[in-house]
Protein backbone atom coordinates (compact mmCIF):
# COMPACT_ATOMS: atom_id res chain seq x y z
CA UNK A 1 0.00 0.00 0.00
CA UNK A 2 1.37 3.33 -0.93
CA UNK A 3 0.27 5.07 2.43
CA UNK A 4 2.60 2.16 4.39
CA UNK A 5 6.00 3.75 2.03
CA UNK A 6 8.96 4.97 4.55
CA UNK A 7 12.38 4.88 4.75
CA UNK A 8 13.55 3.44 8.50
CA UNK A 9 15.14 6.64 10.22
CA UNK A 10 19.19 5.86 10.78
CA UNK A 11 20.71 6.09 14.42
CA UNK A 12 23.24 8.34 14.37
CA UNK A 13 22.12 10.24 11.53
CA UNK A 14 24.38 13.22 10.18
CA UNK A 15 23.24 17.06 9.94
CA UNK A 16 21.90 17.64 6.10
CA UNK A 17 20.44 20.98 4.47
CA UNK A 18 17.59 21.66 1.43
CA UNK A 19 17.04 24.94 0.69
CA UNK A 20 13.44 24.59 -0.20
CA UNK A 21 10.83 27.26 -2.31
CA UNK A 22 7.67 28.46 -1.09
CA UNK A 23 6.74 29.79 -4.40
CA UNK A 24 5.82 33.30 -4.88
CA UNK A 25 1.88 33.01 -3.82
CA UNK A 26 0.47 31.88 -0.49
CA UNK A 27 -1.31 28.36 -1.06
CA UNK A 28 -1.06 28.63 -4.96
CA UNK A 29 2.61 27.28 -5.55
CA UNK A 30 4.09 25.38 -2.93
CA UNK A 31 5.70 21.45 -4.30
CA UNK A 32 4.28 18.91 -2.28
CA UNK A 33 8.41 17.92 -2.10
CA UNK A 34 8.88 20.98 -0.92
CA UNK A 35 6.51 20.92 1.86
CA UNK A 36 7.73 17.15 2.65
CA UNK A 37 11.57 18.76 2.95
CA UNK A 38 10.27 21.40 5.29
CA UNK A 39 7.62 18.68 7.54
CA UNK A 40 10.41 16.03 7.91
CA UNK A 41 13.18 18.87 8.81
CA UNK A 42 14.55 18.71 12.31
CA UNK A 43 14.91 22.86 12.28
CA UNK A 44 13.45 25.40 9.51
CA UNK A 45 14.77 28.73 8.63
CA UNK A 46 12.70 31.01 7.10
CA UNK A 47 13.58 33.87 4.57
CA UNK A 48 10.35 34.98 3.40
CA UNK A 49 9.04 38.46 2.96
CA UNK A 50 6.01 38.75 4.39
CA UNK A 51 4.68 38.54 7.87
CA UNK A 52 1.52 36.37 6.88
CA UNK A 53 3.74 33.87 4.64
CA UNK A 54 5.82 33.49 7.92
CA UNK A 55 2.84 32.93 9.90
CA UNK A 56 1.47 30.07 6.94
CA UNK A 57 4.91 28.38 7.15
CA UNK A 58 4.85 27.82 11.10
CA UNK A 59 1.92 25.82 10.68
CA UNK A 60 3.81 23.28 8.92
CA UNK A 61 6.17 23.11 11.53
CA UNK A 62 6.85 23.94 15.08
CA UNK A 63 10.70 25.53 15.17
CA UNK A 64 10.57 27.76 12.46
CA UNK A 65 13.00 30.12 13.01
CA UNK A 66 12.83 33.56 10.77
CA UNK A 67 16.15 34.70 9.33
CA UNK A 68 14.52 38.32 8.82
CA UNK A 69 15.91 39.81 12.66
CA UNK A 70 19.53 39.48 10.99
CA UNK A 71 18.72 42.38 8.09
CA UNK A 72 19.94 45.58 9.61
CA UNK A 73 19.81 49.06 8.00
CA UNK A 74 23.14 49.77 7.26
CA UNK A 75 24.14 47.15 7.68
CA UNK A 76 25.64 45.22 4.48
CA UNK A 77 23.58 42.51 3.22
CA UNK A 78 26.42 40.75 2.46
CA UNK A 79 26.90 39.87 6.26
CA UNK A 80 23.39 39.25 6.97
CA UNK A 81 23.66 36.52 4.25
CA UNK A 82 26.85 35.18 5.75
CA UNK A 83 25.51 34.94 9.24
CA UNK A 84 22.39 33.07 7.32
CA UNK A 85 24.93 30.50 6.15
CA UNK A 86 26.84 30.26 9.55
CA UNK A 87 23.28 29.68 11.64
CA UNK A 88 22.07 26.74 9.07
CA UNK A 89 25.45 25.48 9.16
CA UNK A 90 26.01 25.48 12.76
CA UNK A 91 22.62 23.22 12.94
CA UNK A 92 23.54 20.69 10.28
CA UNK A 93 27.10 20.66 12.27
CA UNK A 94 25.22 19.70 15.48
CA UNK A 95 23.61 16.90 13.11
CA UNK A 96 20.09 18.47 12.43
CA UNK A 97 18.18 17.82 9.31
CA UNK A 98 17.56 21.98 8.30
CA UNK A 99 15.45 23.05 5.96
CA UNK A 100 16.34 26.59 4.64
CA UNK A 101 12.87 28.03 3.38
CA UNK A 102 12.91 31.05 0.70
CA UNK A 103 10.42 32.74 -1.32
CA UNK A 104 9.90 31.91 -4.88
CA UNK A 105 13.14 30.11 -5.97
CA UNK A 106 15.61 29.25 -3.42
CA UNK A 107 18.19 29.91 -6.03
CA UNK A 108 17.39 32.64 -7.94
CA UNK A 109 18.77 36.13 -6.97
CA UNK A 110 19.74 34.11 -3.70
CA UNK A 111 23.13 34.31 -2.36
CA UNK A 112 22.62 32.18 1.31
CA UNK A 113 20.97 29.36 -0.44
CA UNK A 114 23.48 28.50 -2.95
CA UNK A 115 26.46 29.36 -0.26
CA UNK A 116 25.13 26.78 2.55
CA UNK A 117 24.85 24.16 0.08
CA UNK A 118 28.35 24.77 -0.96
CA UNK A 119 29.75 24.89 2.41
CA UNK A 120 27.79 21.61 3.50
CA UNK A 121 28.80 19.38 0.66
CA UNK A 122 32.60 20.87 1.12
CA UNK A 123 32.22 20.01 4.58
CA UNK A 124 30.88 15.79 3.72
CA UNK A 125 27.05 17.05 4.07
CA UNK A 126 24.01 15.83 2.25
CA UNK A 127 22.82 18.60 0.38
CA UNK A 128 20.14 19.35 -1.81
CA UNK A 129 18.04 22.24 -3.32
CA UNK A 130 14.64 22.21 -4.12
CA UNK A 131 13.17 24.37 -7.09
CA UNK A 132 10.20 26.56 -6.41
CA UNK A 133 8.42 28.88 -8.81
CA UNK A 134 9.86 32.19 -8.85
CA UNK A 135 8.89 36.17 -9.64
CA UNK A 136 10.43 34.89 -12.93
CA UNK A 137 8.27 32.18 -14.20
CA UNK A 138 5.27 34.66 -12.18
CA UNK A 139 6.51 37.32 -15.04
CA UNK A 140 6.83 35.40 -17.81
CA UNK A 141 2.58 34.01 -17.32
CA UNK A 142 1.21 37.46 -16.03
CA UNK A 143 3.27 39.84 -18.50
CA UNK A 144 2.84 37.51 -21.62
CA UNK A 145 6.21 36.92 -22.37
CA UNK A 146 7.94 33.74 -24.01
CA UNK A 147 11.61 34.09 -23.13
CA UNK A 148 12.05 31.91 -26.37
CA UNK A 149 11.00 34.06 -28.36
CA UNK A 150 13.18 37.14 -28.82
CA UNK A 151 15.51 36.04 -26.06
CA UNK A 152 15.82 37.44 -22.39
CA UNK A 153 18.73 38.78 -20.14
CA UNK A 154 18.21 38.69 -16.14
CA UNK A 155 20.67 41.17 -14.21
CA UNK A 156 20.73 42.39 -10.97
CA UNK A 157 20.45 46.08 -11.07
CA UNK A 158 23.75 47.09 -8.99
CA UNK A 159 25.90 44.91 -11.15
CA UNK A 160 24.33 45.92 -14.56
CA UNK A 161 24.93 49.41 -13.88
CA UNK A 162 28.31 49.28 -11.88
CA UNK A 163 29.88 46.75 -14.55
CA UNK A 164 30.25 46.58 -18.50
CA UNK A 165 27.40 44.60 -19.32
CA UNK A 166 26.43 43.31 -22.97
CA UNK A 167 23.07 44.40 -23.54
CA UNK A 168 21.33 42.85 -26.42
CA UNK A 169 18.51 45.63 -27.56
CA UNK A 170 16.87 42.80 -29.55
CA UNK A 171 15.75 40.34 -26.43
CA UNK A 172 14.09 41.20 -23.50
CA UNK A 173 15.94 42.55 -20.54
CA UNK A 174 14.67 41.39 -17.05
CA UNK A 175 16.36 43.98 -14.13
CA UNK A 176 16.09 43.04 -10.38
CA UNK A 177 16.37 45.01 -7.29
CA UNK A 178 15.61 47.84 -9.11
CA UNK A 179 14.39 50.13 -6.16
CA UNK A 180 17.69 48.92 -4.20
CA UNK A 181 20.44 50.36 -6.77
CA UNK A 182 23.11 51.70 -5.00
CA UNK A 183 21.98 50.24 -1.52
CA UNK A 184 24.30 47.65 0.26
CA UNK A 185 21.78 46.96 3.21
CA UNK A 186 18.06 47.16 3.35
CA UNK A 187 15.70 49.78 3.20
CA UNK A 188 12.13 50.61 3.37
CA UNK A 189 12.05 52.95 0.73
CA UNK A 190 13.66 53.72 -2.77
CA UNK A 191 17.04 55.05 -3.61
CA UNK A 192 17.23 58.55 -4.24
CA UNK A 193 15.58 59.49 -7.66
CA UNK A 194 19.39 60.23 -8.75
CA UNK A 195 20.50 56.90 -8.63
CA UNK A 196 17.94 55.66 -10.80
CA UNK A 197 19.23 58.63 -12.95
CA UNK A 198 22.11 56.74 -13.59
CA UNK A 199 20.31 53.51 -14.66
CA UNK A 200 18.39 55.51 -17.24
CA UNK A 201 21.76 57.09 -18.13
CA UNK A 202 23.12 53.33 -19.16
CA UNK A 203 20.00 51.85 -20.49
CA UNK A 204 19.92 55.04 -22.67
CA UNK A 205 22.93 53.91 -24.34
CA UNK A 206 20.85 50.94 -26.18
CA UNK A 207 17.32 51.90 -25.91
CA UNK A 208 14.98 55.61 -26.58
CA UNK A 209 14.25 57.32 -23.52
CA UNK A 210 10.43 56.98 -24.98
CA UNK A 211 10.73 53.45 -24.45
CA UNK A 212 8.14 51.70 -22.52
CA UNK A 213 8.91 49.61 -19.68
CA UNK A 214 7.33 47.62 -16.74
CA UNK A 215 7.38 47.69 -13.52
CA UNK A 216 5.93 44.26 -11.79
CA UNK A 217 4.54 42.52 -9.18
CA UNK A 218 3.76 39.34 -8.84
CA UNK A 219 1.01 38.48 -6.14
CA UNK A 220 2.05 37.09 -2.91
CA UNK A 221 -1.20 36.62 -1.14
CA UNK A 222 -3.60 35.02 -3.11
CA UNK A 223 -6.42 37.99 -2.58
CA UNK A 224 -4.13 40.18 -4.84
CA UNK A 225 -3.76 40.97 -8.28
CA UNK A 226 -0.52 41.38 -10.24
CA UNK A 227 0.54 45.17 -10.19
CA UNK A 228 1.53 45.98 -13.69
CA UNK A 229 2.34 49.59 -14.21
CA UNK A 230 4.56 50.94 -17.98
CA UNK A 231 6.33 54.04 -17.73
CA UNK A 232 8.59 55.65 -20.55
CA UNK A 233 12.05 54.77 -19.62
CA UNK A 234 12.90 58.66 -18.82
CA UNK A 235 10.18 58.69 -15.92
CA UNK A 236 11.70 55.47 -14.54
CA UNK A 237 13.92 57.82 -11.67
CA UNK A 238 10.41 59.75 -10.50
CA UNK A 239 8.34 56.54 -10.73
CA UNK A 240 7.77 55.63 -6.94
CA UNK A 241 8.86 51.96 -6.54
CA UNK A 242 9.14 49.14 -3.97
CA UNK A 243 11.96 46.88 -3.22
CA UNK A 244 9.84 43.71 -4.32
CA UNK A 245 9.22 44.76 -7.94
CA UNK A 246 10.99 43.87 -11.31
CA UNK A 247 11.38 45.96 -14.49
CA UNK A 248 11.17 44.82 -17.67
CA UNK A 249 11.97 46.31 -20.97
CA UNK A 250 10.76 44.60 -23.91
CA UNK A 251 12.88 44.30 -27.41
CA UNK A 252 13.61 47.57 -28.93
CA UNK A 253 14.90 46.54 -32.12
CA UNK A 254 14.25 43.90 -34.70
CA UNK A 255 16.55 40.29 -34.89
CA UNK A 256 19.15 40.45 -37.67
CA UNK A 257 19.58 37.21 -39.72
CA UNK A 258 23.11 36.39 -39.84
CA UNK A 259 24.05 35.27 -43.71
CA UNK A 260 27.16 34.14 -42.94
CA UNK A 261 25.89 31.46 -40.73
CA UNK A 262 22.82 31.30 -43.00
CA UNK A 263 24.91 30.08 -45.75
CA UNK A 264 27.26 27.43 -44.14
CA UNK A 265 24.06 26.32 -42.83
CA UNK A 266 22.59 26.05 -46.42
CA UNK A 267 25.85 24.10 -47.86
CA UNK A 268 25.81 21.59 -45.17
CA UNK A 269 22.25 21.12 -45.80
CA UNK A 270 23.30 20.39 -49.28
CA UNK A 271 25.67 17.55 -48.06
CA UNK A 272 23.41 15.87 -45.31
CA UNK A 273 19.78 16.72 -46.71
CA UNK A 274 20.56 15.81 -50.37
CA UNK A 275 17.78 13.83 -51.65
CA UNK A 276 18.43 9.96 -51.84
CA UNK A 277 18.82 9.03 -55.48
CA UNK A 278 15.81 6.32 -56.54
CA UNK B 1 -14.28 33.53 13.66
CA UNK B 2 -12.80 31.23 11.24
CA UNK B 3 -8.61 31.19 10.96
CA UNK B 4 -7.37 33.72 8.13
CA UNK B 5 -4.65 31.73 7.20
CA UNK B 6 -6.44 28.39 6.68
CA UNK B 7 -8.61 30.72 4.35
CA UNK B 8 -5.87 32.33 2.48
CA UNK B 9 -4.57 28.90 2.16
CA UNK B 10 -8.15 27.45 0.66
CA UNK B 11 -8.30 30.32 -1.69
CA UNK B 12 -4.56 30.07 -2.97
CA UNK B 13 -5.37 26.47 -3.67
CA UNK B 14 -8.87 26.78 -5.32
CA UNK B 15 -8.91 27.76 -9.31
CA UNK B 16 -11.97 29.37 -8.80
CA UNK B 17 -11.17 30.92 -5.62
CA UNK B 18 -8.45 32.56 -6.78
CA UNK B 19 -9.90 33.60 -9.75
CA UNK B 20 -13.22 35.23 -8.29
CA UNK B 21 -13.98 38.93 -8.53
CA UNK B 22 -12.91 40.92 -6.00
CA UNK B 23 -16.87 41.09 -4.66
CA UNK B 24 -17.49 37.46 -5.26
CA UNK B 25 -14.76 36.45 -3.05
CA UNK B 26 -15.75 39.17 -0.33
CA UNK B 27 -19.18 37.63 -0.32
CA UNK B 28 -17.85 34.14 0.23
CA UNK B 29 -15.43 34.86 2.93
CA UNK B 30 -17.96 36.76 4.79
CA UNK B 31 -20.95 33.80 4.63
CA UNK B 32 -17.42 31.79 5.66
CA UNK B 33 -17.05 34.05 8.85
CA UNK B 34 -13.80 35.25 7.43
CA UNK B 35 -11.88 37.97 10.29
CA UNK B 36 -12.98 42.12 9.07
CA UNK B 37 -9.27 42.44 7.81
CA UNK B 38 -9.79 39.37 5.27
CA UNK B 39 -12.54 40.50 4.04
CA UNK B 40 -11.59 44.19 3.18
CA UNK B 41 -8.39 42.92 1.47
CA UNK B 42 -10.62 40.44 -0.63
CA UNK B 43 -12.97 43.25 -1.34
CA UNK B 44 -10.56 46.15 -2.34
CA UNK B 45 -7.24 43.15 -3.43
CA UNK B 46 -4.81 45.25 -1.02
CA UNK B 47 -3.50 43.08 1.46
CA UNK B 48 -2.67 46.29 3.67
CA UNK B 49 -5.85 45.44 5.43
CA UNK B 50 -4.54 42.05 6.16
CA UNK B 51 -1.26 42.35 7.83
CA UNK B 52 -2.91 44.64 10.64
CA UNK B 53 -4.43 41.67 11.42
CA UNK B 54 -1.74 39.66 12.32
CA UNK B 55 2.08 41.63 14.40
CA UNK B 56 2.19 44.54 11.79
CA UNK B 57 5.64 43.74 10.39
CA UNK B 58 7.01 45.53 7.19
CA UNK B 59 9.39 42.48 6.20
CA UNK B 60 12.45 43.51 3.85
CA UNK B 61 12.28 41.30 1.21
CA UNK B 62 15.37 39.29 0.46
CA UNK B 63 17.52 40.42 -1.72
CA UNK B 64 20.68 38.91 -3.60
CA UNK B 65 23.93 40.42 -3.01
CA UNK B 66 26.26 38.87 -5.89
CA UNK B 67 27.08 42.44 -6.75
CA UNK B 68 28.46 44.49 -3.64
CA UNK B 69 30.81 41.63 -2.63
CA UNK B 70 32.27 41.94 -6.39
CA UNK B 71 32.36 45.35 -6.02
CA UNK B 72 33.98 46.12 -2.74
C1 LIG C 1 16.77 38.55 -3.87
S1 LIG C 1 15.63 38.54 -5.18
C2 LIG C 1 14.78 37.10 -4.70
C3 LIG C 1 13.99 36.45 -5.80
C4 LIG C 1 13.33 35.17 -5.42
N1 LIG C 1 14.30 34.20 -4.91
C5 LIG C 1 12.54 34.56 -6.58
O1 LIG C 1 12.65 33.33 -6.78
O2 LIG C 1 11.83 35.26 -7.26
C6 LIG C 1 14.60 39.93 -4.84
C7 LIG C 1 14.10 40.55 -6.11
O3 LIG C 1 13.13 39.68 -6.67
C8 LIG C 1 12.13 40.41 -7.31
N2 LIG C 1 10.85 40.17 -6.62
C9 LIG C 1 10.67 39.84 -5.32
N3 LIG C 1 9.34 39.74 -5.04
C10 LIG C 1 8.70 40.01 -6.20
C11 LIG C 1 7.33 40.09 -6.57
N4 LIG C 1 6.37 39.85 -5.68
N5 LIG C 1 7.05 40.41 -7.85
C12 LIG C 1 8.01 40.68 -8.75
N6 LIG C 1 9.31 40.62 -8.46
C13 LIG C 1 9.66 40.30 -7.21
C14 LIG C 1 12.52 41.90 -7.21
O4 LIG C 1 13.29 42.23 -8.37
C15 LIG C 1 13.37 41.87 -5.96
O5 LIG C 1 14.23 42.97 -5.90
Known amino acids: MVASLSIPSEGNARGSIACVGLGMTLGSHLTPLARSHIEQADVVFAGVSDAVVEKWLQRMHGDVR ?131 QLLVDRLSRDYPLEHQVTIYRAATLPVERPRIRKVALRDLPTTPMTPEETVVLPPAKAVERDEDFIRQVEALDKIYKAPVPA | MADTIELLEAIGRDASLRHATADALAAVLERAKASHALTAAAATGDSAHLKKEFDYRLDHVTQSSQTFPIML
Not at chain 1, 163 to 181: E, F, S, Y
Open chain 1, 66 to 196: SLQPYYGEGKPRSDTYQEWVDLMMAEVRAGKKVCGVFYGHPGVFAWSPHKVIEVARAEGYQAHMEPGISAEDCLYADLGIDPGSHGCQHFEVNQFVLCKRQVDPTAHLVLWQVAMLGIPSVSRSDAPAAYR
